[in-house]
């Protein structure tokens, strides 16, 4: 195929994605666009994990009872010693195709309520724990059309529920903590098969209340991890056991870790070829001291409206604080291919929680990094569905943020309560995919999908934009699609490649030269979106496997 034809196909390519019927607007404004997707996908979408061909897998929990989406061919899932049915012909898991819009029912076996999981460099999803029969297991979901959930009894060393996992340099995860579990290990097993002591977990655990659950978790470009649980961090060693450098606690002292549930990210990583690397973590929102126990009571105490940031190679590291113009609990952060963080889901008071949180907090808000302290946060157009405990969010290949669950009910409950289970499926459309940005949309039209790039390479992005282009506002993201779940997205990460050097080749063609991540520190080998961005609007990502 000649070089021309070829880019007329991308074009229209994207000209017939435009045009599926799942991109009807039913709100729009300037400040972002929202669209329903699905009125009901059968379950709440608890947990969310994209995976490279461009479906979601979602699941809730098995013992929810029966669900809206009968299991295919018959099947049913038999376990006796299950409270709320014991035999159930329905799904509690789906995938979610993207580009069809269309739901496919998935069977898993044992309870997944409240587990964990990443993105292998394979690109399966390695899932981990849950609850009574899951609480051991690891399980297998690899991205194919007919793909089903397999499953590793006691693929776990002890019981892990409410644990955060993380990719690993080597292609191990690493799981931390969860319920009563102060330790760490790591899947899949080799000699070290057993836990890791660490204490940082118990000294962060709030008698009665906890605190601590789904820990902040993230790599550092010097290769150890930063974790934070409760308001306070740790960088950890973690092949030694040791914790290398301690974190002065959060100004005020309130938790952010679940049940009073901020959420975190490890803020884009720019400047890769420098001698030294900066990293930054923003942890925003959450429930201040004691709203648990008052939320229990009926007392329903406001949520933080503050973020924290810090960066966390700086020798003599402090938290900024700044004010967020809504406060937020159980709220997801997504960075965005532009570099951005989108603030989305979530209540303005109470705690994570059956039953405990209220005033749903409708808008987004847009937090922008690189802008000065004071003007970095913008109050986005709402959306008309409460997003509350079990919600969940993840980034498209296309740029947008599709967003699902909220139960916060011990079963589905669709009457009668302030929040009923939401089995819906919408998506939030950020202003820069508003059409008036078209001619500064960048198209990728080289290296293909799928392509192989490899550590400290450079790497020339093809792409075609049909407006006047500004050579110093045109840049190479790199984004690593996170396992989303109770407001926290595991092994999230953005890593701005920029731009070495910008040639035009005519026809509105430019080839953009960049350098790839120097090693598995910056980014572990896996499948990640590149994505070109030309003044701050982006172009659809494609994938591509580091190795």
């Not at 190679?313 to 406060?327: I, R, S």
């Not at 080289?446 to 400290?456: Q, T």
């Given at each position: 195929?000649?070089?021309?034809?070829?880019?007329?196909?991308?074009?229209?390519?994207?000209?017939?994605?435009?045009?599926?019927?799942?991109?009807?607007?039913?709100?729009?404004?300037?400040?972002?666009?929202?669209?329903?997707?699905?009125k009901?996908?059968?379950?709440?979408?608890?947990?969310?994990q994209?995976?490279?061909?461009?479906?979601?897998?979602?699941?809730?929990?098995?013992?929810?009872?029966?669900?809206?989406?009968?299991?295919?061919?018959?099947?049913?899932?038999?376990?006796?010693?299950?409270?709320?049915?014991?035999?159930?012909?329905?799904?509690?898991?789906?995938?979610?195709?993207?580009?069809?819009?269309?739901?496919?029912?998935l069977?898993?076996?044992?309870?997944?309520?409240?587990?964990?999981?990443?993105?292998?460099?394979?690109?399966?999803?390695?899932?981990?724990?849950?609850?009574?029969d899951?609480?051991?297991?690891?399980?297998?979901?690899?991205?194919?059309?007919?793909?089903?959930?397999?499953?590793?009894?006691?693929?776990?060393?002890?019981?892990?529920?409410?644990?955060?996992n993380?990719?690993?340099?080597?292609?191990?995860?690493?799981?931390?903590?969860?319920?009563?579990?102060?330790?760490?290990e790591?899947?899949?097993?080799?000699?070290?098969?057993?836990?890791?002591?660490?204490?940082?977990l118990?000294?962060?655990?709030?008698?009665?209340?906890?605190?601590?659950l789904?820990?902040?978790?993230?790599?550092?470009?010097?290769?150890?991890?930063?974790?934070?649980?409760?308001?306070?961090?740790?960088?950890?060693?973690?092949?030694?056991?040791k914790?290398?450098?301690?974190?002065?606690?959060?100004?005020?002292?309130?938790?952010?870790?679940?049940?009073?549930?901020?959420?975190?990210?490890?803020?884009?990583l720019?400047?890769?070829?420098?001698?030294?690397?900066?990293?930054?973590?923003?942890?925003?929102?959450?429930?201040?001291?004691?709203?648990?126990?008052?939320?229990?009571?009926?007392?329903?105490?406001?949520a933080?409206?503050?973020c924290?940031?810090?960066?966390?190679?700086?020798?003599?590291?402090?938290?900024?604080?700044?004010?967020?113009?809504?406060?937020?609990?159980?709220g997801?952060?997504?960075?965005?291919?532009?570099?951005?963080?989108?603030?989305?889901?979530?209540?303005?008071?109470?705690?994570?929680?059956?039953e405990m949180?209220?005033?749903?907090?409708?808008?987004?808000?847009?937090?922008?990094?690189?802008?000065?302290?004071?003007?970095?946060f913008?109050?986005?157009?709402?959306?008309?569905?409460?997003?509350m405990?079990?919600?969940?969010?993840?980034?498209?290949?296309?740029?947008?943020?599709?967003?699902?669950?909220?139960?916060?009910?011990?079963?589905?409950?669709?009457?009668?309560?302030?929040?009923?289970t939401?089995?819906?499926?919408e998506?939030?459309?950020?202003?820069?995919?508003?059409a008036?940005?078209?001619?500064?949309?960048?198209?990728i039209?080289?290296?293909?999908?799928?392509?192989?790039?490899?550590?400290?390479?450079?790497?020339?992005?093809?792409?075609v934009?049909?407006?006047?282009?500004?050579?110093?506002?045109?840049?190479?993201?790199?984004?690593?699609?996170?396992?989303n779940t109770?407001?926290?997205?595991?092994?999230?990460?953005?890593?701005?490649?920029?731009?070495?050097?910008?040639?035009?080749?005519?026809?509105?063609?430019?080839?953009?030269?960049?350098t790839?991540?120097?090693?598995?520190?910056?980014?572990?080998?896996?499948?990640?979106?590149?994505?070109?961005?030309?003044?701050?609007?982006?172009?659809?990502?494609?994938?591509?496997?580091?190795?």
């Open positions: 195929m000649s070089a021309p034809s070829f880019i007329f196909s991308i074009l229209l390519f994207q000209v017939l994605f435009a045009l599926q019927p799942f991109h009807h607007v039913l709100t729009s404004a300037a400040d972002g666009r929202w669209q329903l997707l699905q009901s996908i059968g379950i709440s979408a608890m947990h969310m994209l995976l490279r061909n461009d479906r979601v897998v979602m699941f809730d929990r098995t013992d929810f009872g029966p669900s809206k989406l009968p299991l295919p061919n018959g099947k049913c899932r038999n376990v006796p010693s299950d409270a709320a049915l014991k035999v159930d012909c329905t799904a509690h898991s789906v995938e979610y195709d993207v580009l069809t819009n269309k739901l496919r029912a069977m898993v076996q044992t309870n997944v309520w409240c587990s964990s999981g990443a993105i292998t460099p394979d690109g399966n999803l390695v899932q981990t724990g849950g609850f009574n899951g609480e051991r297991r690891v399980r297998v979901f690899s991205p194919c059309g007919t793909c089903d959930w397999k499953e590793l009894p006691d693929g776990l060393a002890v019981k892990r529920w409410y644990a955060t993380h990719i690993l340099p080597d292609g191990r995860q690493i799981i931390v903590g969860g319920r009563k579990q102060f330790n760490y790591f899947v899949p097993k080799n000699i070290a098969a057993n836990t890791f002591n660490l204490p940082f118990s000294e962060t655990n709030d008698k009665g209340v906890e605190n601590n789904y820990p902040f978790v993230f790599l550092n470009v010097d290769g150890n991890l930063f974790i934070f649980a409760n308001n306070r961090a740790i960088l950890l060693n973690y092949v030694k056991n914790v290398v450098k301690t974190y002065p606690n959060i100004p005020g002292g309130d938790p952010r870790s679940y049940p009073s549930t901020g959420s975190a990210v490890l803020l884009p720019k400047n890769l070829k420098a001698p030294a690397i900066q990293a930054e973590v923003l942890v925003c929102g959450g429930a201040p001291k004691g709203s648990f126990v008052q939320a229990l009571r009926g007392k329903f105490i406001g933080l409206n503050t924290a940031r810090i960066n966390i190679t700086d020798p003599n590291p402090q938290w900024v604080m700044e004010t967020m113009p809504l406060a937020r609990v159980m997801d952060m997504l960075l965005l291919p532009i570099g951005n963080v989108l603030l989305i889901n979530g209540a303005g008071s109470g705690s994570a929680g059956w949180g209220r005033n749903p907090v409708l808008n987004p808000v847009l937090y922008r990094p690189d802008s000065k302290i004071g003007t970095r913008e109050t986005q157009n709402p959306t008309t569905i409460p997003r405990y079990h919600s969940s969010a993840a980034l498209l290949r296309d740029g947008r943020v599709l967003v699902g669950g909220s139960n916060p009910h011990a079963f589905y409950k669709f009457t009668g309560v302030l929040f009923p939401e089995l819906s499926l998506a939030f459309s950020p202003a820069y995919l508003d008036k940005y078209n001619n500064l949309r960048p198209t039209v080289a290296p293909k999908s799928m392509s192989g790039i490899k550590y400290g390479n450079k790497l020339t992005v093809q792409v934009i049909t407006g006047n282009v500004a050579q110093n506002l045109v840049s190479v993201t790199m984004v690593a699609p996170p396992f109770h407001s926290f997205s595991m092994n999230q990460r953005l890593l701005v490649l920029g731009n070495d050097k910008l040639t035009a080749l005519g026809k509105s063609t430019y080839n953009i030269d960049v790839t991540p120097s090693s598995g520190n910056l980014a572990p080998a896996g499948f990640y979106l590149i994505f070109a961005v030309h003044q701050g609007i982006p172009s659809q990502g494609i994938w591509v496997k580091l190795q």
